[in-house]
Every structure is written in C-alpha cells, then in structure tokens.
C-alpha cells in the first residue's frame, strides 16, 4: 500500500525516498576521505636520510604528511609540531616530553633545525605531539640512525 502512494499527494514520502540515500551517500563518503586521515598520519626525516655520515652542525628537515603543524599552546585535532629526541626512543602517546638536551622542542611549528652533535653513532627520533607536548605515540614516531665525523 505504501508504494502505491503518489508523489503529488504525498511529497514528503517521495522526498525521504531520494534524501536519504544521498544523505547516507555524503556520511559515507565523509566518513572515508576524513576518518582515517589521522591514523594515516606519519612523521619523517626529510633530511638526513637513514644510515649517512655527516658533519656537525647536522642540518635536520622534519615531514609530516596527514597532520597539520601548528605551533605549540592550543590543542586542536589534527595539528601538533616536531620533537627531536637525540638518542633515545619516542615518548607514549599522551605522555609529556621534556624539553631539555635530548629531547629538543619546535613548538613555534619549525621544520628545520641545525643540530649540535658530537662525533660518532647517533640515534634521531622525530616525535609529533600536540599542542601541550602530549606525545601522539609511536604512530607518529620515526627514528634513523647518523654517523656524525
């Protein structure tokens, strides 16, 4: 009986009927090019690449691909900035990262960095964080490993 109603006495039926596949269209579509955007997020060295040997200053460039920079202070979804964490491994996500020494803060939203390095091996983890320097954790954690002459 339902489908036996016309569209001219009964409008708001036929409407739904063609409203609601195109809106359950647009949630979909939305839901795949916006959702899994941030767990898609990565970090990386741009420059230097893994396993080179260069001298000091070591000239760093930092990526990140999926996220927005955005400098330290506010917490705003899907932003952050760079961490440098100079031989050591990341931080866990929502745990704070110092700022001292070995653990080197770009919370104006910096990319690049002219890097202090004594002579030898040298682990370099970039670390993305969030506004208050709450770690994003390993998935946006990258490391390579220099030598520096």
């Not at 009964?10 to 739904?16: A, E, I």
Request: aromatic letters at 6%.
């Amino acid at each position: 009986m339902e489908s036996d109603l016309h569209p001219l006495i009964y409008p708001w039926r036929f409407q739904m009927k063609i409203r609601l596949p195109f809106l359950v269209s647009v949630l979909v579509l939305l839901a795949v090019s916006c959702g899994p955007a941030q767990s898609q997020a990565r970090v990386f060295f741009v420059e230097p690449a893994d396993g080179t040997t260069v001298q000091s200053p070591v000239h760093v460039v930092m990526g990140v691909e999926g996220m927005q920079v955005k400098p330290a202070g506010e917490i705003v979804e899907g932003t952050g900035h760079h961490h440098l964490l100079i031989d050591r491994g990341g931080y866990a996500e929502g745990e704070a990262i110092p700022n001292d020494e070995q653990n080197r803060h770009f919370g104006g939203g910096q990319t690049e960095t002219e890097l202090e390095l004594e002579p030898g091996q040298h682990t370099l983890t970039l670390q993305f964080a969030n506004g208050a320097h709450q770690s994003y954790g390993e998935r946006l954690a990258a490391s390579i490993t220099i030598t520096v002459e």
